[in-house]
């Protein structure tokens, strides 16, 4: 089966940066087929879409889109030889704090199969 493993979360400082990291493992025929989700979660708020990473299959086109709040900001990426998916995040502020989780997606015809990874807490603050 696919695992997720995210790293790369920790405590910073308003203005800093950090990399998250979320490797897949398991049996996966074409990563490259499949889309990159990152989520984030706060206590007492809404999980918000912060960022995907998808390809159009029929074109091998790479689409890449982001939340308002972390646009110009955050940075979405992946490496599929290595099956992982990153999110650089810089200038960060106090309002990023949140639980950060990454999900593996395939859409089918008549449903979807998606992975989700633990979750890694983001804190900024001074």
């Known amino acids: 089966q696919v695992q997720l493993v995210e790293s790369g979360g920790g405590l910073v400082q308003p203005g800093g940066s950090l990399r998250l990291s979320c490797a897949a493992s398991g049996t996966i025929s074409s990563i490259s087929d499949w889309g990159w989700y990152w989520y984030r979660q706060d206590p007492g708020k809404q999980r918000e879409l912060v960022a995907t990473?998808?390809?159009?299959?029929?074109?091998?086109?790479?689409?890449?889109n982001y939340a308002d709040s972390v646009k110009d900001r955050f940075t979405i990426s992946r490496d599929n030889a290595k099956n992982t998916a990153y999110l650089q995040m810089n200038s960060l502020k106090p309002e990023d704090t949140a639980v950060y989780y990454c999900?593996?997606?395939?859409?089918?015809?008549?449903?979807?199969?998606?992975?989700w990874g633990q979750g890694t807490q983001v804190t900024v603050s001074s």
């Open positions: 999900k593996l997606l395939k859409k089918w015809m008549l449903g979807y199969e998606e992975y």
């Open positions: 990473i998808t390809t159009i299959t029929s074109g091998g086109t790479t689409n890449t």
